[in-house]
């Protein structure tokens, strides 16, 4: 005998682009490009087990809401289109009792003076999770990924314990890369700015990784996990994934030059990461944030 | 102020390829051939805060690690590498207290009747996941992924409720099209027969998907995930997440066609996507099995 | 003062599901799982310079021309639909004068024995690519991506001229694996039996890497084009692009292992590239076959 | 009996890393970040009919080549480089008669204040391919790729013909949004300031899609290569290949919301591709540039 156990469904990379026309100070218009999943959770057994598709709300239905809650609520920031929609699902259907909304916004700069021409900016995605549930409350996680960042001095790795399989060298200077991901849960969800803290949470991220003379990646990581909180007060805990995006020194040995840290070539894989979890000292317990 | 919450590090996407030469039943030589991901966790705090590395094997260090592994294990099965992967940097490294390791494994068929001759089956992923915490106990997780599958008829969607935003018609024929990613967690490890557990597993899926007269895609998640359990004794939880690769019938009627489950369209986003756990009457609690 | 030189345009990446019900010898449904390109040329001077649409049907028409096709064809071979759809439009559409249809086709295998249910095989992608000039004839190039193969001895590479950035020692046996991308052209469009052409084809290909004791990549594809042409009368030319997949031994002397061909890590880049044409010694000009 | 045809080889997807120290005017690092690949070609008949590798200089030294070439060299501009490079292969290898250099650069911006730390911009990627033939001349093509733009309005699409697989309706007001590759051929490759010319090409792509009123995507094709030739005077074609992102109306009426060109979806695939070439009208033949 088996039974059900923790299930949810939705669709997923509903790519829904907003133009609001003239919208900006300047009179340009404004774009959100999103790539919008939802997922939704509740008693829906008997449609497991016995094909009762009548608490399922169809995944297109889904879809065609965030379209037209995109009409609707207009270019506004992907946390607040997250905490409506994930809201509307949870108080229409009766037995959907969470519901899980994951945004992905890329970016675009205005290019040519027209103030409708624009460039997608590639730097970085932004990224929005807000969690809906009818008992256990609503939270939100923001997030930065596919940022990729490189120091080409001020890093060392040295002081490691050696086993028998170790080789590597100890190193006072290297070069240190990675694709950021990161993620920072809010406190709240009322009169938060997200707009200024998504701006406040990237600049905390480009300040920290720049400025920490490092001496391992975890050390990195820990630091703009702190930075994050310092800058960001609403936030109380930030998670991060940190490929260690190698470059290594060749050896022009055998050809009768020296490399004094100039020629690198960059590796694919295998790569290191680091993961890790930094938390303000009040923070709350995260309950379902992070699910 | 701030302070570090959980962590962990490692290698990622050890690409490593064992022959086993004449080892086969008829004298072909065995491949393995394996993406490996190591991570690590136990007491790195100073490394995080004070950047002292004094607890931190290099994860170049767990790489070759993996590629001594791989010699002096042999061409085994996944599960029994990760096993002593995993034990190996618990016991060894004082600080780590817990290791996770996670195989994929790419399979190879025998061509051309040399014995050394292979291509490369793409029919799917084989995973295997081990976590082994010195206090908590070792736990196996496999599965497949990048299977993909695909009735032509024998499904059925109607019956769901309709709100303000459904316009999807109900419909008792459709292309039911998905791409499984299923993982499986097992009672203990000891005498398991890991290779004939993925056999078992990887038949229990292809015959609950074509034998499913399926009303959604729920019903057919919970089908594979209930007939893996029954198939093979030693697993106690099966968990799913199954994209619905949408295929839509084309309209062909302004070209004065008609189309009866001919013509369909493969649509790539957005697509639904369906998650669940099946999980056996007396499945004991996972710990930190899926963690 | 400037001018347009040659150019085309059309729709890429119609994914096209085709289903012919009961349609096999044993009553199974057959799929034609295709990703179709169309690519028109002719007279489409002023829509570039003036913006004078006159000459340009849509790309949305060519993608319904697409589905139309599919319905009125049948599960045919992809040669044959890419014949039809090119005659289509260049003798439908007065100003344009040559068509060009690219074909991928995803292979699917039966499963569970219901008749309707399948796997995707992932073993290689089938390609077929029609062009079709009304001044210059119709050309038919058909093709194999996506097979990766490897011989895990059966390989030398050594003989090889050393200059002053040569560090590579010389080997009498390695691994041997590469992703086969061939493509071979037609003496004729009339008459072929698109289905056993394709068979023979990737029976040459398997046959011929199998058996090739080799001394370079080079001399591989060189013997894969030289037994499609011998297995595959109809063929005049093949022309091959093949990556060396690298697998390196791993040196595992540090540890006090040794490894006599047993492990090995695939590298991603950098990567050999081999490419060569092997011709019929009375292989017709190719004209616009490749272009 | 068959024979040799075209042919070549050499190393792909070089990832070189060029730190130049404190070289910036204000004393900021420089970095050079390139994917470089070769191809070699000669007389290689040798090798591919029996296995006689004595003209084959290993792609492995080629590899090292390139790194031992960014040490001397310097962080150059990529056109510098693969001129210096292609030069070296033809000039020392005695069978070999050509060598294509092919090299991708990414760029970085400056962030933080150290002068070594930078974030990987995402904008596009730079291009440049040298074609060195001992008795044809040397080629210099470069160009930009991976650059995604959008007008959110000034686009039109109308006056087309219409077959009877025609159902796309006219429309005055659209978004096109493309993802730009563009290459443009110099004239000749002493004295180009290759910077420069890669700033005024970008430039003019830009510019010339934001200020073109586009009646089609061909048009903007046109006008972008017009633009470049026009605002760089050593180049004298340009060749663009110009997917047209299809960005759609979402149809809002069935839940009684107009749509006055405020919610679009990002449709992937099937999507329309416009290839074209613009010409100087004093352009010399291109010989070789483009093979």
Redo the contacts between chains.
């Keep these: 005998?088996?039974?059900?156990?923790?299930?949810?469904?939705?669709?997923?990379?509903?790519?829904?682009?907003?133009?609001?026309?003239h919208a900006a100070l300047d009179g340009r218009?404004l774009?959100r490009?999103w790539?919008v999943?939802t997922?939704l959770s509740g008693d829906?057994t008997a449609?497991?087990?016995?094909?009762?598709?009548?608490?399922?709300?169809?995944?297109?239905?889904q879809?065609?809401?965030v379209?037209?809650f995109?009409?609707?609520l207009g270019a506004v920031e992907p946390e607040s289109f997250g905490l409506a929609l994930a809201a509307h699902f949870v108080h229409?259907?009766e037995p959907i009792t969470r519901a899980r909304i994951t945004i992905e916004e890329y970016a675009?700069s205005a290019?040519?003076?027209?103030g409708?021409?624009?460039?997608?900016?590639?730097?970085?995605t932004r990224t929005a999770t807000v969690v809906h549930d009818d008992t256990l409350g609503t939270h939100v996680v923001s997030g930065i990924k596919?940022?990729?960042?490189?120091?080409?001095?001020?890093s060392e790795?040295?002081?490691?314990?050696?086993?028998?399989?170790?080789?590597?060298g100890e190193t006072k200077d290297r070069?240190l890369a990675t694709q950021v991901d990161a993620r920072w849960r809010f406190r709240g969800f009322d009169r938060v700015n997200w707009a200024a803290a998504f701006v406040g949470a990237r600049a905390a991220i480009?300040?920290a990784?720049?400025?920490t003379h490092?001496?391992?990646?975890?050390?990195t990581?820990?630091a703009i996990?702190?930075r994050i909180?310092?800058e960001v007060p609403a936030v109380c805990?930030v998670r991060l994934a940190l490929?260690?995006k190698h470059?290594f020194l060749?050896d022009?040995a055998?050809?009768g030059?020296d490399?004094d840290?100039?020629?690198?070539?960059?590796?694919?894989?295998?790569?290191?990461?680091?993961?890790?979890?930094?938390?303000?000292?009040d923070a709350p317990d995260p309950g379902i944030a992070w699910d």
């Design positions: 005998m088996v039974h059900l156990g923790a299930n949810r469904y939705g669709k997923a990379e509903v790519r829904v682009v907003r133009v609001a026309r218009d774009i490009d790539s999943s997922s829906l449609a497991h087990t016995v094909g009762d598709n009548s608490a399922v709300l169809p995944t297109d239905s879809k065609n809401t379209y037209a995109a009409k609707k229409t259907q675009w290019i040519g003076g027209t409708y021409s624009f460039a997608r900016s590639g730097l970085l596919d940022l990729v960042v490189m120091n080409t001095t001020g790795f040295w002081g490691f314990p050696r086993d028998e399989y170790t080789t590597l070069i480009l300040a990784f720049s400025g490092s001496y391992s990646l975890q050390q990581l820990y996990g702190e909180i310092a805990e490929p260690n470059h060749v022009l055998p050809f030059l490399n840290r100039e020629v690198y070539y960059a590796a694919d894989r295998p790569y290191g990461v680091i993961e890790g979890t930094v938390l303000a000292e």
